[in-house]
């Protein structure tokens, strides 16, 4: 009977915008993810680039 209830609250409106924007946010979570991955990874490989050519790493 709750169910019914939150269900009219919300109406047909909010059952589409809801699940998008959700996933809107999970994409964006992804993306920001990922760049701050590649990020890390250039900074990393910037920092021990001059250590390449004498053997050290």
């Not at 109406?11 to 946010?25: E, H, L, Y």
């Not at 993810?33 to 050519?53: F, G, P, S, T, V």
Request: aromatic share 8%.
């Amino acid at each position: 009977m709750k169910i019914e209830k939150i269900n009219k609250k919300v109406g047909p409106v909010g059952k589409t915008v809801i699940p998008i924007i959700t996933a809107v946010i999970v994409v964006a979570a992804a993306v920001a993810y990922i760049c701050l991955k590649l990020a890390d990874e250039i900074r990393y490989n910037e920092k021990w680039k001059d250590y390449d050519e004498c053997g050290w790493h």
